[in-house]
């Protein structure tokens, strides 16, 4: 199941990375693909098993480096 959230924060490749690798540790997740818009709102496709909450995409969005979910 693909779940497509919206992110703001991100401004590079580095945030890119940082919220690529703590969706992927959120249990069930099995690909994510990040489509930036620096200082803006960037798309974020998260693949998995069952949907994930918001408090589950807020904690690692909060992990990453403080980005906020739209």
């Given amino acids: 199941m693909k779940q497509q959230i919206n992110v703001q924060?991100?401004?590079?490749?580095?945030c890119?990375?940082?919220v690529a690798e703590e969706l992927s540790a959120v249990t069930g997740v099995?690909?994510?693909q990040i489509n930036l818009v620096a200082d803006g709102t960037s798309?974020?496709?998260?693949?998995?098993?069952q949907t994930l909450t918001d408090e589950q995409i807020r904690a690692a969005l909060?992990?990453?480096?403080?980005?906020q979910l739209v």
């Fill in 43 to 49: 798309t974020v496709v998260v693949e998995t098993d």
């Fill in 62 to 67: 909060s992990e990453a480096g403080g980005y």
């Fill in 16 to 18: 890119v990375k940082a």
């Fill in 30 to 32: 099995t690909d994510v």
């Fill in 9 to 14: 924060g991100m401004t590079c490749e580095h």
